[in-house]
């Protein structure tokens, strides 16, 4: 069974992405299966960027294909507005799929 590892370790995107993929077959991990996943340290300037970032430095050293994601994984409508909330609080959401090879196989999501 093909694995694909969410490149974080919060078990409420593990949650969202199991929602979203649960049914397509997939061996489906979190970093917390791999304890020594290095840190990646979210530097772009994009949420394209950091989800690139995360997927493209994990996958070569997991071994795994790994998504690269950044703002969560779906977007999620906007509490009513109100005096005291003027703006959503969703951001846009963006993932990054890369495959063991290297940056050269990305695919970008958004």
Request: no cysteine.
């Amino acid at each position: 069974m093909l694995r694909l590892v969410l490149g974080s370790r919060n078990k409420k995107k593990l949650r969202e992405i199991v929602e979203l993929l649960g049914d397509l077959g997939l061996d489906l991990a979190d970093l917390s299966a791999y304890p020594n996943a290095p840190e990646v340290e979210e530097t772009a300037d994009t949420f394209v960027g950091n989800a690139t970032l995360k997927a493209t430095q994990l996958a070569p050293v997991l071994g795994a294909w790994v998504i690269g994601e950044d703002s969560g994984s779906y977007p999620k409508p906007p509490l009513p507005r109100s005096s005291s909330t003027m703006t959503p609080w969703h951001r846009p959401s963006t993932a990054a799929i890369t495959l063991p090879l290297g940056s050269a196989s990305t695919a970008v999501l958004t």
